[in-house]
């Protein structure tokens, strides 16, 4: 299967290996997306800012044309926790980067370009309250031709009441 995983840094990275293990299979492929939304101006924007690579000591200040790098290296500082623990499961992955305006159509255009079919997504907002129709996950579920499978936010863990030596069960 073509496994489209589209992420903001909010997936839970082994759950969401483990799932796309199963769901890739040996024959299929997994790429990992990362959508940098902002304004159409924001490259140019950068163009007076003072970005720099985290690993370039070279003078701040990259022209129009150098906007790809920040987005390349942000994209990358959000998708690793996934890409690493999908190749620690031996699957071979892709990453994407995309600058877009609307998050929610950059992922719909990526899904039909790389004709994947499916898109995995986190869903951060509670699914079913009036809020939540107005986000990313649930625009693309709304526009997808494909099944799009939102996995949430990992719960806080409950903690286990603490032993105690005297306590009958």
Request: include cysteine; charged fraction near 20%.
């Amino acid at each position: 299967m073509k496994v489209l995983i589209a992420t903001a840094g909010a997936l839970p990275a082994q759950p969401v290996a483990c799932l796309v293990e199963a769901l890739a299979g040996s024959d299929g492929w997994v790429t990992v997306m990362n959508v940098t939304q902002g304004p159409g101006r924001f490259p140019n924007e950068l163009e007076d800012g003072l970005w720099q690579p985290f690993d370039d000591e070279s003078p701040p200040g990259p022209t129009a044309g150098e906007a790809d790098p920040y987005i390349q290296e942000r994209g990358m500082k959000i998708v690793s926790p996934i890409v690493s623990a999908l190749e620690g499961r031996n699957l071979e992955v892709g990453t994407l980067f995309v600058a877009a305006e609307d998050a929610a159509d950059a992922i719909l255009e990526t899904a039909d370009r790389l004709n994947a079919e499916i898109i995995v997504m986190g869903a951060t907002r509670q699914l079913f309250k009036e809020l939540s129709w107005t986000s990313v996950s649930m625009k693309v579920v709304a526009g997808s031709r494909l099944p799009v499978l939102l996995m949430p936010e990992p719960a806080e863990p409950v903690p286990l009441p603490e032993e105690d030596d005297d306590q009958v069960v």
